[in-house]
């Protein structure tokens, strides 16, 4: 019961600090998050990456193979330092505040647009996965129905998300931060001196190689690694704070003070994990690792902890629902005629980014109820990640081949996608990857990106030589 009660009060804080910030959104461009210090850049882009897989996700890789859960987090700090070193400052010199306006800026207009509708669909399908971590949250540490988790807690973000925008994720990221890292040392803290011995036991209890950080397997770590470079480069709720940073130099050292941020929080989890394997090791299910190692603990000190599980999902949601708000507003609405004649008008640029980003958390909702329970929906999270790392690689061509065709890379772009679905249902089927069981629908996806960009293109400008000596001729 006093865990529930901390949980609601954190969640009206939450509230109440979003609707406070509504006062300090008065444009479109605050609410999109243009101009933040570097505080505000942080715990906004910090937040997106450390959500509820940080946590409970890499907790239950602890559970199965050790400290080398810590990985997921790892492989995205080494990420958003790829990001810092190769492409924050070019990115912010841009001046958008969307991955499909620079997209837009090296390949053409009618890829920003395509590019936009590509990652609105990664966003949901994120946004989905986060809101039925939240139905898990509330089923399995508050003992409630998911149904009511989700509806309770997908309004509550939606709520300050809405109102507050880019402020709004700012201003309650820094509590969620501090909550966040705060909880999860109380939590290793307190269930490693309730084994006897503390460490000592952990390390002579469990097999060496749950010290290795190769234990869970270098396809594993590899795999990783690859999503992560390349999505931390387009990522847009992760990087719409860099994007909308002040200055260039505000966009390179938020990203690797993000980057520091992120990367030890997934040894903490892991450990966690490792600690309920040595309590609990005959668990059905590993996912269930934090959850049970958390109700050993005292009401209170179990409902901080709680509490902080809770912010890490909370502090990804919102940047989420509201990169979608952002990408369909400057991406598809003013680029085409639907908004054309209102460009001008920040009051309705404003009313249809807060409108469109009500509908994507909606959507969000909706979809996590339908979803619950369902492998489909992880399906779309790994889907959706392989679109992410496809669109790096066709903007990576764009950015630094002159010969790039504008045509050739939205049809990249849409038979990426074609590709991705056929890889998962392929597997949902058969029950393996089609080709070979390592080759997943990443890879697929990435060497169509890139295949068909590099041939497609060459093929058209061929096409556009000759076109262009028959006229001469002419």
């Given at each position: 019961m006093i865990q529930i009660i901390i949980a609601l009060l954190y969640i009206m804080l939450t509230i109440l600090i979003g609707v406070y910030t509504k006062k300090k959104t008065k444009s479109s461009k605050i609410?999109?998050?243009?101009?933040?210090?570097?505080?505000?850049?942080?715990?906004?882009?910090?937040?997106?990456?450390?959500?509820?897989?940080?946590?409970?996700?890499?907790?239950?890789?602890?559970?199965?193979?050790?400290?080398?859960?810590?990985?997921?987090?790892l492989a995205n700090s080494i990420g958003i330092c790829f990001l810092a070193i190769f492409f924050a400052k070019l990115y912010r010199s841009l001046e958008t505040p969307t991955v499909p306006g620079i997209v837009g800026k090296y390949i053409g207009q009618k890829s920003r647009i395509i590019s936009s509708a590509l990652q609105i669909f990664c966003m949901v399908a994120v946004g989905t996965s986060q809101m039925i971590a939240i139905g898990t949250l509330g089923e399995?540490?508050?003992?409630?129905?998911?149904?009511?988790?989700i509806l309770?807690?997908?309004?509550?973000?939606?709520?300050?998300?809405?109102?507050?925008?880019?402020?709004?994720?700012?201003?309650?990221?820094?509590?969620?931060?501090?909550?966040?890292?705060?909880?999860?040392?109380?939590?290793?803290?307190?269930c490693l001196s309730g084994i006897d011995g503390g460490f000592a036991t952990l390390k002579s209890t469990l097999p060496d190689s749950y010290f290795s950080m190769t234990?869970?397997?270098?396809?594993?770590?590899?795999?990783?690694?690859?999503?992560s470079l390349l999505g931390a480069c387009v990522a847009q709720?992760?990087?719409?704070?860099?994007?909308?940073?002040?200055?260039?130099?505000?966009?390179?050292?938020?990203?690797?003070?993000i980057a520091l941020v992120v990367g030890p929080f997934g040894f903490l989890s892991a450990l966690l994990g490792m600690i309920a394997k040595v309590q609990f090791p005959d668990l059905a299910n590993a996912k269930l690792a934090l959850p049970t190692l958390l109700m050993t603990l005292n009401p209170i000190s179990g409902g901080l902890v709680m509490a902080s599980i809770m912010a890490a999902v909370l502090s990804t949601a919102s940047p989420i629902f509201l990169s979608c708000g952002t990408l369909f507003t400057r991406d598809i609405y003013l680029e085409t005629r639907l908004g054309k004649e209102k460009k001008s008008d920040d009051r309705h640029i404003l009313k249809?980014?807060?409108?469109?980003?009500?509908?994507?958390?909606?959507?969000?909702?909706?979809?996590?109820?339908?979803?619950?329970?369902?492998?489909?929906?992880l399906d779309i999270v790994y889907f959706a990640y392989?679109?992410?790392?496809?669109?790096?690689?066709?903007?990576?061509?764009?950015?630094?081949?002159?010969?790039?065709?504008?045509?050739a890379a939205n049809i990249a772009m849409i038979l990426t996608g074609l590709v991705g679905i056929v890889w998962i249902v392929y597997k949902g089927v058969v029950g393996q990857y089609p080709i070979h069981p390592d080759f997943s629908e990443t890879y697929a996806a990435v060497i169509t990106a890139f295949v068909v960009t590099v041939v497609g293109s060459l093929i058209m400008n061929r096409k556009k030589r000759k076109i262009c000596e028959r006229e001469n001729h002419s």
């Amino acid at each position: 019961m006093i865990q529930i009660i901390i949980a609601l009060l954190y969640i009206m804080l939450t509230i109440l600090i979003g609707v406070y910030t509504k006062k300090k959104t008065k444009s479109s461009k605050i609410f999109d998050g243009i101009g933040l210090g570097t505080l505000m850049c942080v715990v906004a882009g910090a937040g997106e990456w450390l959500g509820g897989t940080s946590t409970t996700g890499v907790s239950e890789y602890g559970y199965e193979y050790g400290i080398s859960g810590a990985w997921y987090t790892l492989a995205n700090s080494i990420g958003i330092c790829f990001l810092a070193i190769f492409f924050a400052k070019l990115y912010r010199s841009l001046e958008t505040p969307t991955v499909p306006g620079i997209v837009g800026k090296y390949i053409g207009q009618k890829s920003r647009i395509i590019s936009s509708a590509l990652q609105i669909f990664c966003m949901v399908a994120v946004g989905t996965s986060q809101m039925i971590a939240i139905g898990t949250l509330g089923e399995t540490l508050f003992h409630i129905n998911f149904v009511i988790s989700i509806l309770l807690m997908g309004a509550g973000i939606l709520l300050y998300t809405v109102f507050g925008g880019m402020i709004a994720v700012g201003y309650t990221n820094i509590m969620h931060m501090v909550v966040m890292y705060g909880g999860i040392i109380l939590a290793v803290i307190l269930c490693l001196s309730g084994i006897d011995g503390g460490f000592a036991t952990l390390k002579s209890t469990l097999p060496d190689s749950y010290f290795s950080m190769t234990g869970i397997g270098m396809p594993k770590v590899s795999s990783w690694m690859i999503a992560s470079l390349l999505g931390a480069c387009v990522a847009q709720a992760g990087l719409q704070p860099i994007l909308g940073s002040k200055d260039t130099k505000t966009a390179v050292k938020s990203s690797y003070i993000i980057a520091l941020v992120v990367g030890p929080f997934g040894f903490l989890s892991a450990l966690l994990g490792m600690i309920a394997k040595v309590q609990f090791p005959d668990l059905a299910n590993a996912k269930l690792a934090l959850p049970t190692l958390l109700m050993t603990l005292n009401p209170i000190s179990g409902g901080l902890v709680m509490a902080s599980i809770m912010a890490a999902v909370l502090s990804t949601a919102s940047p989420i629902f509201l990169s979608c708000g952002t990408l369909f507003t400057r991406d598809i609405y003013l680029e085409t005629r639907l908004g054309k004649e209102k460009k001008s008008d920040d009051r309705h640029i404003l009313k249809i980014s807060r409108l469109v980003t009500f509908c994507a958390g909606a959507l969000c909702v909706l979809l996590a109820l339908c979803y619950y329970n369902s492998q489909r929906a992880l399906d779309i999270v790994y889907f959706a990640y392989s679109v992410r790392g496809s669109l790096f690689i066709i903007l990576l061509l764009g950015i630094y081949w002159k010969k790039i065709s504008q045509a050739a890379a939205n049809i990249a772009m849409i038979l990426t996608g074609l590709v991705g679905i056929v890889w998962i249902v392929y597997k949902g089927v058969v029950g393996q990857y089609p080709i070979h069981p390592d080759f997943s629908e990443t890879y697929a996806a990435v060497i169509t990106a890139f295949v068909v960009t590099v041939v497609g293109s060459l093929i058209m400008n061929r096409k556009k030589r000759k076109i262009c000596e028959r006229e001469n001729h002419s």
